[in-house]
């Protein structure tokens, strides 16, 4: 456990660093295409134009990473304080402060979020805006003259001692082991963190000096990923070497270096292969005295050649580094391909598997998206599927059974546990990270992955095509007891008891008011999934041990709905904790973090043998609009909040 979460503190701290730099990487472009032109050395030499190189690099670059460090902690008043504090690291140093700026980016976006947080509610009303931008003026100046007295001068004399260390090791060849460190930190997304928080600053000190910087081609070297890729060309298997060429081509012209990592996730030993590709690549640069006058970002093989010195040296050095790091990278990983186990990688699974070590959703992901399969004709049941089958496909089924309906098609919507869909379902909708595991249970199925199951775009897609391939023959369907016992209709395909048979609950029992907490406020979405399953089993409702479960639930594939709505739950296995159907809810009017998304309303669920799908139906077909949303978070009372949602009270 202890080890799990090492890894997962690695993985977030490397992730929220990357989210400060990628949102601004066309502002590094920006810099370096003037560059580029307008330097004495470079292509069209313009000594006016040139002056715009200096105070980018100095003023632009921090300040816009410590705007965005501030803005990820506390929205825009966190980016306006994070970008004042940064302000004073920038003044207080002579070399360009992007460490600074991520330091004093996030916290001064952490301390006006912890100031709005103690005044809540103890301002007058008249007085928000005179208290607001007062209180981000002063806390921003305070933390600027902080940062000028002591961040900045501690980041130059850290920066000192790193611009030391990068001496010896070039004074003692040893430069090209920096690569055991880069290239798998690449993988844990700490690369903008290296690359831009470290080695460019250093980089620019060494081009003032000398004209250009080896450091600028330490972790931008696409030689070790084109190696890799490459590899798998010749010797991979299945859908992994279909899509390397494609992969390849991303990689080494658009610069994007995160295409290749699951690659090397689908067969770690492939790490060395990077790593003495690298190596190789970085010594073969030193011994001919390659370097860029700025950093190349991304790491395109096009933008090497943008910001390498004009002269034949310097280009023949470059190049010879990424070809010499490709070549012992693709050596090295096809001796492992050759040599290991001969199966056919599953490099969708592995694409998944560097989206959660990333934190957030990929930008490269959809590229190993497989095809979703045939869309069938004749179609009378649509199965939503999830990990445990009653928390999101439940409301996903509730919504899309009403469009269904107001469409005039007569389809069965149901919903289910991924490990329960029957061998002959015709259409299949998941969440986007449990799509691949749907995909093996069904392989001839249709699969719609969606991302927000309260107002996914999908549905009225998936509408549209079925309603065009005349998918509306009518089928054996019981409407005639919906009409007599309305809201009554088939929940899911497993065995249960639906809401109004003898011996379910009926809803007061499911939502009572001493169960819905208002005005809460949490750090963190463990926090609030926490809370929520506490007050289950303080209600009777489940075991200790299914909090944990509803933790593991929530790792496993979020469960952010959309809309600002939030249901954790149990997984599969924790269905045995269950002691009977209910719910608790939790309005956070500030909202909680889940994975970049807001949630102001948490539904903790507990869901046995169905009986709770009734209620969870209302909730979904509530919430699918933002109106709704915003009348239960500014509710005032259990009672109210309940109400809109459409509880009985009986």
Request: glycine share 10%; proline share 5%; with cysteine.
């Amino acid at each position: 456990m202890a080890h799990f979460n090492i890894k997962v503190a690695v993985q977030k701290f490397g992730n929220f660093l990357s989210s400060m730099v990628m949102p601004n990487i066309s502002a590094f472009i920006a810099w370096g295409l003037i560059t580029a032109l307008f330097i004495p050395s470079g292509f069209l030499p313009n000594e006016s134009l040139a002056k715009m190189v200096g105070p980018m690099v100095t003023f632009l670059l921090p300040l816009l990473i410590g705007y965005t460090g501030g803005k990820l902690v506390h929205d825009h008043r966190g980016g306006v304080v994070g970008a004042i504090a940064t302000m004073g690291v920038i003044v207080g140093s002579d070399i360009p402060m992007f460490l600074g700026a991520m330091i004093m980016g996030p916290f001064g976006g952490y301390v006006i979020k912890k100031f709005d947080q103690f005044i809540e509610g103890k301002i007058k009303a008249g007085f928000e805006m005179l208290v607001n931008n007062f209180s981000a003026g002063i806390l921003g100046g305070l933390l600027s003259i902080l940062s000028f007295l002591a961040i900045g001068p501690a980041v130059d004399v850290f920066t000192g001692w790193l611009v030391a260390g990068v001496d010896w090791l070039v004074g003692t060849g040893l430069l090209p082991l920096t690569s055991i460190l880069i290239e798998p930190a690449k993988v844990l997304f700490l690369n903008n963190a290296i690359n831009h928080g470290v080695l460019s600053p250093i980089g620019v000190e060494q081009v003032k000096q000398t004209g250009s910087s080896i450091l600028f081609l330490l972790e931008a070297n696409p030689g070790p990923g084109i190696g890799i890729l490459l590899a798998y060309c010749f010797f991979g298997k299945g859908t992994a070497k279909r899509s390397a060429p494609g992969a390849a081509i991303i990689h080494f012209f658009g610069g994007i270096h995160e295409i290749y990592f699951p690659y090397i996730l689908m067969k770690p030993m492939l790490f060395l292969a990077v790593i003495l590709g690298g190596m190789s690549g970085v010594f073969t640069l030193v011994l001919l005295g390659g370097g860029l006058f700025a950093p190349a970002s991304p790491g395109s093989i096009l933008a090497i050649t943008a910001v390498t010195p004009h002269n034949m040296g310097a280009y023949i050095a470059n190049f010879a580094g990424v070809i010499v790091a490709a070549i012992v990278s693709f050596i090295v990983a096809a001796f492992v391909l050759k040599t290991g186990k001969q199966t056919e990688e599953n490099i969708e699974d592995a694409a998944k598997k560097m989206q959660e070590m990333k934190g957030k959703k990929s930008s490269v992901a959809d590229v190993f998206a497989s095809d979703p399969g045939t869309m069938p004709t004749n179609v009378s049941k649509i199965i939503f599927a999830c990990d445990a089958g009653m928390g999101s496909s439940a409301m996903g089924a509730s919504l899309l059974r009403k469009k269904v309906k107001e469409a005039g098609l007569n389809i069965d919507v149901t919903n289910t546990a991924i490990s329960n869909i029957p061998s002959d379902a015709q259409i299949v909708i998941t969440q986007e990270e449990l799509t691949p595991r749907a995909q093996n249970k069904v392989p001839n199925a249709f699969h719609v992955s969606v991302d927000n199951f309260l107002s996914s775009p999908e549905y009225d897609s998936l509408l549209a095509r079925l309603q065009d391939d005349g998918t509306d023959e009518l089928h054996e369907i019981v409407e005639d007891a919906e009409e007599e016992v309305p809201g009554v209709r088939e929940h899911s395909i497993e065995p249960g008891i639906d809401a109004g048979e003898e011996g379910a609950p009926d809803d007061n029992d499911l939502l009572r008011e001493e169960n819905v907490f208002l005005n809460q406020h949490f750090d963190n979405k463990e926090e609030a999934i926490r809370f929520a399953g506490r007050a289950l089993v303080n209600a009777g409702y489940v075991k200790e041990s299914y909090i944990e479960a509803m933790i593991a639930r929530d790792e496993m594939t979020s469960t952010y709905m959309g809309n600002d709505v939030a249901i954790p739950h149990g997984t599969e296995e924790a269905k045995k904790d269950v002691l009977k159907s209910g719910f608790t809810v939790l309005q956070i009017p500030n909202g909680v973090d889940f994975d970049g998304q807001k949630a102001r309303l948490i539904f903790g669920i507990a869901g046995k043998d169905g009986t709770h799908l009734e209620i969870l139906s209302g909730i979904a077909v509530t919430c699918s609009e933002m109106e709704n949303i915003e009348k239960m978070v500014k509710a005032t009372s259990a009672r109210e909040l309940m109400d809109i949602i459409n509880v009985k009270n009986n």
